[in-house]
């Protein structure tokens, strides 16, 4: 009841959780809803990035819940994904209750640590942060089978213990890594307390745990580890890190709620993450310094829980251990244990932001408070708490006295008095509560004890960590995540970019910093967009357009070596044709002349502009030429011949031989099929060639050609190239990850020299002084080009001394690629 009460402004559509939740998440669970219901794979995503393996991002929610409401609805609305981000909390609190009723405490206590979990701290000021919340909730629900297994030594609760730890890791980040350090100290503690009878006894279920969590979690963690390792940001450096550190000055939120104004949008937020007098370089929003979880728990954490001692009893150390651990955790760069836990601790140089930390305050302090409470209402009739709880306000009160300090030290002192005052009334009603239920306790039904906390705790929460302009914004912000959406832009982005049937066409768009929620719309609305919103990008692509997280600006667009202007070869190989800006084009790229682009339409939002320059998604490419795509990275020059239309650069040799250099050839290719995860392409040529598809390399993709599977060149930097011969052929293009990943793992482990399968060919006639008379058996390589030659600032001269090179050191019967 409480869940619904303190929920029903998201289950009632007045309001939706903005930010991530929508810009992010909500295009995730479109796109995952428009593949399943449309018979597609949503294991490739064509629609940012110039192409992402979704299957192997963490944030793709394919291996989540998420996954069910995707299968039920086919559009999911706001409403819903609010109400599926919700639930988490719900299952999350419902597990902590179950926790209590299996070690028998009191069913107040129960209810007030599901209350604090589902409202307190993170989960409610970081509710659009919906994977983290998904950790959160599994979190909890395998601390109770955790916990219950254990006491129970059931291999069935281990089973479910595994299978809910899986699902917790299967969207891996900082809340998985602190909630699973938690658990193994559970575990270790239960093994030092019971001594070698209770380790024996866990070890079957143990055992049926990890097996079940393993096999549940192995192969998508291996597609996100070998995602992650192409990525941007494959580990977090040190500084980098320290930065999403919780400042100090934020723990003073969990005695006042809006201490700093993030819940009042009629006070301009003056908390550490807008003061560089505080905190300099450190980046964090507002709400990420919320701690409050409520004034009755933590009075009783203070009082009677360090006063009686009653956080050290044995069967809650563990986690008043790992309590204390997250606040020292959360502080990062400001204590010396972030640094020795990024040194040492696994895991946790993957992540940036020790504040994360803060999600975990907020679940184990409601653990603790709760069984605090519990050992109140059963304790003796004769035990009194008063000096407990005048030492509880004495802290309560240099807490205040602080805050008045620091905000009057600030220049803040008349928006800081009031919240300071609301935070005084709830711990004296907390204190008042406390009396009552000390007093009464013998006389008290549980379910007035319920009731009392469940009435207390939901106004509080409600009051002070409830709808704001950080969890709560009202829907029609977001109209472009719709897919109904009348925008104006969108309507004219999907009009221009509709291709009819066998097209080899299939323009790319970029929005071009046209406002937070924009990035990912592409998802919802089925185009392709050569940029997006995700932290996790491949590096390669990364490198060569220029990306960053988002593009929520126009000033966020990054340019790059090899594309420094929207006029330039990259831009017309990626089928980049229409272009979105908020403000004229010229004032972000100065480096365009005068009809470099068209304007097309000026829409309420911004300008269009068309890039006429533009190549289709594939295309037919006679000739080919070597090059080296890092170098062309480094310094955005491509061979002077490099006609993308006439030939093809690749960094390896063709499986056959073809022409090397410019070659027209006349011929007919067809986009006959594009899904997410198959591209099929029909190609009529007259001569050898190369079928180009401009989507991003991967190596998890594989091509046939009249169904005989074809190695896939990686070409031009960054896109794909088949060989096919003269005559009418299909070219097929596959996602499989699985065989990809296999295939990625081996050759990591165990590296293999390409296979020499190739007939033995007559040694082709060489030029130039110094060149080998020696006839060579097997297929041989004539080297680059003359164009490649001066790109790379190789002459003659110097390709005759690597020709006679190769040739003195080449054996016979084998390969020069070997």
Request: proline share 7%.
């Amino acid at each position: 009841m409480a869940w619904g009460v303190l929920c029903w402004p998201w289950l009632s559509g007045s309001v939706t959780i903005p930010f991530d939740a929508k810009a992010h998440f909500q295009a995730q669970i479109q796109f995952l809803a428009r593949a399943i219901h449309s018979g597609q794979s949503p294991f490739w995503n064509h629609n940012i990035f110039a192409g992402s393996p979704q299957i192997a991002d963490p944030q793709s929610l394919i291996f989540s819940p998420a996954i069910l409401l995707a299968l039920i609805s086919s559009n999911p609305s706001f409403r819903e994904v609010d109400a599926f981000v919700l639930a988490h909390l719900l299952f999350g609190g419902l597990a902590l209750i179950m926790l209590f009723k299996d070690r028998g405490w009191h069913p107040a206590g129960g209810l007030l640590a599901a209350l604090v979990f589902a409202f307190g701290a993170s989960a409610a000021w970081r509710v659009q942060h919906v994977g983290q919340i998904a950790s959160l909730a599994f979190f909890a629900i395998t601390l109770w089978l955790t916990a219950r297994m254990l006491q129970r030594n059931s291999l069935l609760s281990g089973l479910f213990a595994g299978l809910a730890g899986g699902l917790m890791v299967l969207d891996p980040d900082q809340i998985v890594l602190l909630g699973g350090y938690v658990l193994v100290g559970i575990v270790v503690a239960h093994w030092i307390s019971g001594g070698w009878p209770a380790l024996r006894a866990s070890l079957a279920p143990l055992a049926v745990a990890c097996a079940a969590g393993l096999a549940l979690i192995a192969l998508p963690m291996v597609w996100t580890w070998l995602f992650a390792e192409a990525t941007t940001r494959p580990e977090i450096d040190l500084v980098e890190a320290g930065r999403g550190s919780l400042h100090p000055v934020s723990l003073l939120t969990a005695f006042i709620g809006d201490l700093f104004g993030a819940k009042n949008p009629n006070v301009d937020f003056w908390g550490p993450y807008n003061n560089p007098g505080w905190a300099k370089e450190l980046f964090l929003s507002q709400n990420m310094g919320q701690v409050y979880f409520g004034a009755l728990p933590l009075l009783l954490l203070v009082a009677p829980g360090m006063t009686r001692g009653f956080l050290w009893d044995k069967g809650i150390r563990p986690l008043t251990i790992g309590f204390g651990f997250m606040v020292l955790f959360a502080l990062g760069r400001y204590t010396p244990l972030f640094q020795l836990t990024y040194d040492y601790l696994p895991g946790v140089k993957v992540f940036r932001r020790p504040a994360d930390a803060t999600f975990l305050i907020g679940a184990l302090g409601a653990v603790l408070s709760g069984y605090v409470l519990h050992r109140i209402l059963t304790a003796e009739k004769a035990v009194s708490f008063r000096r407990d709880l005048a030492i509880g306000a004495g802290v309560v009160l240099a807490a205040m006295l602080a805050a008045l300090l620091v905000s009057r030290g600030e220049g803040h002192l008349a928006q800081a008095w009031l919240p300071i005052g609301q935070a005084l009334g709830w711990f004296a009603v907390a204190i008042l509560l406390f009396l009552a239920l000390q007093r009464w306790r013998s006389a008290l039904a549980p379910a007035v004890s319920v009731a009392l906390v469940a009435g207390l705790m939901a106004a509080d929460l409600h009051a002070n960590n409830g709808p704001n302009e950080s969890t709560a914004l009202p829907p029609k912000l977001y109209d472009v995540l719709e897919p109904t959406t009348k925008n104006e832009t969108i309507a004219l982005l999907k009009r221009l970019t509709a291709q009819p049937a066998g097209s080899a066409r299939r323009d790319r768009v970029e929005l071009l910093g046209m406002g937070f929620e924009w990035p990912n719309a592409s998802m919802v609305h089925g185009f392709d967009h050569t940029l997006g919103y995700n932290p996790l990008r491949l590096e390669d692509f990364s490198e060569a357009v220029g990306t960053r997280d988002g593009i929520a600006s126009p000033s966020e667009r990054k340019f790059t070596p090899l594309f420094p202007s929207y006029r330039c070869r990259m831009a017309n190989l990626l089928g980049l044709r229409y272009i979105a800006s908020p403000v004229p084009i010229e004032q972000v790229d100065h480096a365009l002349h005068p009809g470099d682009l068209r304007l097309v339409a000026r829409t309420k939002e911004g300008y269009v502009y068309e890039n006429p320059h533009a190549l289709p998604r594939v295309q037919f490419v006679g000739g080919w030429q070597f090059a080296d795509f890092d170098s062309m990275k480094l310094s955005g020059r491509w061979p002077d011949s490099a006609d993308p239309q006439q030939v093809v650069l690749l960094d390896s040799e063709p499986p056959a031989a073809a022409h090397e250099g410019p070659a027209g050839v006349r011929a007919e290719v067809k986009l006959t099929r594009y899904g997410n995860a198959h591209v099929e392409i029909d190609v009529d040529t007259p001569a050898v060639g190369f079928v180009v598809l401009n989507d991003i390399w991967h190596p998890w993709w594989r091509a046939e050609v009249d169904g005989v599977e074809t190695e896939i060149l990686k070409a031009n930097v960054l896109f794909r190239a088949v060989q096919v011969p003269a005559g009418k052929h299909k070219v097929r293009f596959s996602f499989r990850p699985l065989e990809g990943a296999i295939a990625e793992l081996r050759e990591r482990i165990d590296p293999q020299e390409p296979a020499d399968t190739a007939p033995p060919a007559p040694m082709p006639e060489l030029e130039g002084p110094g060149v080998a008379e020696a006839p060579l058996r097997g297929p041989t390589l004539a080297g680059p080009s003359a164009s490649v030659r001066d790109s790379l600032g190789l002459g003659n001269g110097a390709m005759a001394t690597l020709r006679s090179g190769t040739a003195a050191a080449h054996m016979p019967g084998e390969s020069l690629a070997q």
